[in-house]
C-alpha cells in the first residue's frame, strides 16, 4: 500500500478503540469522499488544537481565558465536585445533576501506573477554597482502589475548618438486577443500607 | 461543552462506524493527549490530502503520477481484476493469490441507491484492454445482485474476441460449517460441486 495512506492509519489506529482494521475504512473513507470531509476535519482538527487548551483554574478543555463553568458566577454556589477526567464532566453535565464548579484531576493516584500527585491537577485546590469560598468538596471519583486512595490524599492534605467531604454513594444501580450485581458492590450496598 | 470541541466531535462521528460515544472519546483523547498525537495526526491527514490522489489508469489512491500496481511492469501480465473498491485490493494484496492489474470501479450500479454507469470508473477499461495486451478480466465483486448486474453490464460493452471473463468461485468458505452457511450460498456451492 501507498506509504502515506498506511501513515495515516497508523495515526488513526492509535486512537481509543480504534485497530488497524477500523483505521483502514476510516482512512479509505476519508480519502475517497468527494464532498471533502478529510479537509473539513482535518481544519476542524487544526483549528481545536490551536485554540483549545486546560482551563488554568480547572482543568477543563476551553478556549476562552477560563472555562465556561468557572467564569458561570451561578455555579459559584460553594460546591466543588472533584472528577478524574473531562469525559465525567461532560457525563455528570448531560445528568444535570450538579450545578456547583469542577475540578478535573486528569488522572487518578497510582502505584502500578506510577502516577504521583506531582502528575495530577491537585495543588489548585486549596486555593479554590479560599477564593471561591468553598464549603464542600464532593468526589466523584471512580469507586476504585486507585480513586479512593486519591481521595483518601485529597482529604489529607486540606484541612479547612469549614470543609463538608462526601463522596457518591456506592450501591445497586437504577434498574440493576442481584443477579448480575458483583459481590464488591453488594458488600458496599448491603452497608450502606437505608432505613425506610 | 465548549463548542469548537463539540464541531470536532461532529465531525469524527462522520466517520465509518465512529458514534458520537465513541468520537467524544477520541477527541478528548486526542486533545488532552501530552505527546502531540492531535497535531501529528493533523499533519499527516494534511500531507495525505495534498499528495493522495486516484490513479488515472485504475483508480487506487496514490500520490505518483500512477500507482504501484499499474507502474509495475512485473503485473503487466495480462490479468485484470475489477473490484468494487480500494479495500478489495488491499484484502486480495494481503493474499498474496492475485498477480496481475486491478481495476477499482468505486461502487456497484444500483438502482436503488441511484448509481448508474456514468458514476463508476467503467470507461477506462476498454482502452486498457489494448494498451495492457489484456487477455483475461477477473472479476472479483461482492456477491450481491448489485455486484453481478455490474458485472454483466461490463460484460457486455466489452466487445474482445480474445478475452476470457471469469468470476470468483461461490461455496462454503474455507473452515465453514454448514450448520451456518445460508441458503443462497448451499445453493451456489451444490450447483458447482466438482467431480472427485
Redo the contacts between chains.
Sequence with gaps: ??I??E??IK??A?????GTR?A?????????DKNG??????D??????S??HSCPICGV???GNV??YCSDSTRNNGQLCIVR???DV?VL?KSGVFHGRYHVL?GNLSGVAGITPDDLNINGIKDRISTEHISEIIFALPNTIEGKTTQQYIMSIIHGDNIVFSELASGVPLGGDLDYIDDGTLTLAFGGRKKL
Design positions: 500500500m501507498n502515506k495512506i501513515k495515516l495515526q488513526f492509535k486512537l481509543p478503540r480504534v477500523a483502514t475504512r476510516i482512512v479509505l473513507n476519508l480519502l475517497q470531509k478529510a479537509q473539513i476535519l482535518a476542524t482538527l487544526s483549528d481545536a488544537i485554540s483549545i478543555l476551553t478556549d472555562c465556561e477526567d473531562l469525559s461532560l453535565e486528569g
